[in-house]
């Protein structure tokens, strides 16, 4: 069932309420949607997280805005000031919008093995491939054209969405969410060379564990080891087009933005934040709250509460100097070879008095 709103109007005054906040102007304002800013209309609750986007709220025409507690706004705007505007705009939109949710049993083109075990209220959508051994937790969401291989383990709450894959003996927590088109449990990329220089398969016998409230995102690859585990910490969350190696470790609460692929065996600790395009080798290890900036290559170990940018990898500062010498290379060139020509028609000049005066 698709409902796209749980409340067709709120008052404001009551978002403030619900909310802990303080309501500024009327609040008997009826909301009926959220929107950004600029696309918003009357009837609408937007927000501002950063001052940069202050200067905003002149045009727009949202009914009523979220703000932090000493943003300067017009007079005639209502606003809920907020210590956390963008948090406590991520909560009203669950007021305003449910995502889909289909309703409980099993479609009937769905494939389920007989010893599958489903806990209560489960849905199981059409095409879907649930294979023998599969446990299913209560409430949990297998949408159209899931496939689960054997031995997979899923507890209550999850949501798998469309044409994901979980390959034998995953596990996944309470409350994780999979978004269509991921693969997880794969086997990892391990192979062994040959006298003859050709590629010995090694299979890939390990698990892949997933603790509570993971979310990954679309087209992520998660692998298994040969032995062993791949393990999310809980909380984590993955984004769209990322690749983690077989034995991976993830502590919890770690953000893994776009494209990052992290190598084999690697170990990350707890609150990560990796933005995007990111690459980490093998074998490596980064400590709590390590933050990498977009496109940073990480060879080796990274103690914890540590910032860097780059490639090779180095502390934030340091990178950020390099890249202002970078950029100014071409007039540092230019400056050179002008040097250069100076220093040989010096060098040039003495050389011809040396010769006149023997």
């Not at 879907?128 to 291989?149: E, F, P, W």
């Not at 980490?280 to 540590?306: F, K, M």
């Amino acid at each position: 069932m698709l409902v796209e709103a749980w409340e067709v109007a709120v008052q404001l005054s009551e978002i403030a309420r619900r909310l802990g906040c303080d309501c500024e102007g009327s609040g008997e304002i009826e909301i009926r949607g959220v929107a950004a800013l600029e696309a918003a209309r009357a009837g609408d609750l937007s927000f501002v997280s950063e001052a940069k986007y202050l200067p905003l709220l002149k045009q727009t025409r949202a009914s009523a805005v979220l703000v932090a507690l000493d943003s300067p706004v017009p007079a005639e705007l209502a606003v809920v000031r907020s210590p956390n505007p963008r948090l406590d705009f991520a909560r009203a939109i669950e007021w305003f919008y449910r995502p889909y949710q289909a309703a409980a049993g099993v479609h009937p083109s769905a494939v389920v093995a007989p010893d599958v075990e489903l806990g209560a209220e489960v849905a199981i959508g059409a095409n879907a491939a649930i294979m023998s051994g599969v446990k299913l937790g209560d409430r949990t969401q297998i949408h159209a054209n899931v496939t689960l291989y054997p031995g997979v383990e899923i507890g209550s709450d999850c949501v798998l969405l469309a044409n994901c894959v979980l390959h034998e003996r995953t596990q996944l927590g309470d409350r994780c969410i999979i978004h269509s088109g991921a693969s997880i449990g794969d086997d990892g990329f391990g192979y062994v060379p040959q006298a003859d220089g050709s590629w010995y398969r090694m299979l890939q016998a390990g698990r892949v564990v997933l603790e509570d409230g993971v979310e990954v995102g679309a087209n992520a690859a998660i692998d298994r080891p040969a032995v062993g585990e791949t393990r999310i910490g809980a909380g984590t969350k993955i984004d769209n087009l990322v690749q983690l190696g077989h034995g991976v470790t993830i502590g919890a609460h770690t953000l893994l933005c776009a494209q990052v692929g992290i190598a084999g065996g690697t170990r990350l600790g707890r609150n990560v934040l990796l933005a995007g395009q990111v690459g980490l080798a093998d074998h490596i290890e980064l400590g709590d709250r390590v933050i990498a900036a977009a496109q940073t290559g990480i060879s080796t170990d990274v103690p914890s509460d540590t910032v860097v940018g780059g490639y090779p990898h180095q502390a934030a500062r340091d990178w950020k100097r390099t890249v202002a010498v970078q950029r100014k290379l071409p007039d540092l060139a230019a400056s050179v070879r002008k040097l250069q020509k100076r220093l040989q028609a010096i060098e040039d000049k003495l050389g011809a008095t040396k010769l006149s005066s023997d």
